[in-house]
């Protein structure tokens, strides 16, 4: 019975130091990937989707390159709104979607149940 060989990543993931910065790059990847993806399908610069959500330029540009390691939820969720998309928490059967209010300076967000 011959014992079929693990790649190199494999065995890297079983390094716990490894597999924890492995994680956490790839979480900050998929951020920066996610946020390239939603602007570019609704063709939003980086200057014009900064002035919609009240951020400044640097800080989008910063979460597109992954130098932005987190991110608040209301920003987020006012990214994604600018986008045309919709924020949804799911666990089994509830579903309630993320709304994101301004008043001011201040974000307020709502969790709103789904049918």
């Not at 602007?39 to 992954?66: C, F, H, W």
């Not at 939820?73 to 579903?95: M, P, Q, T, W």
């Amino acid at each position: 019975m011959s014992k079929k060989p693990i790649s190199t990543f494999e065995r890297e993931m079983k390094n716990p130091k490894f597999k924890k910065a492995f994680t956490k790059s790839y979480k900050e990847l998929l951020l920066s990937e996610l946020l390239i993806a939603i602007m570019d399908d609704d063709e939003k610069s980086v200057r014009s989707l900064a002035n919609e959500v009240g951020l400044s330029p640097t800080i989008i540009q910063n979460i597109r390159s992954g130098k932005q390691h987190d991110i608040k939820v209301s920003n987020f969720v006012s990214i994604v709104h600018a986008c045309g998309y919709k924020v949804i928490l799911e666990k089994n059967d509830e579903r309630f979607e993320i709304k994101d209010k301004k008043l001011k300076d201040k974000h307020l967000l709502n969790f709103i149940g789904i049918s």
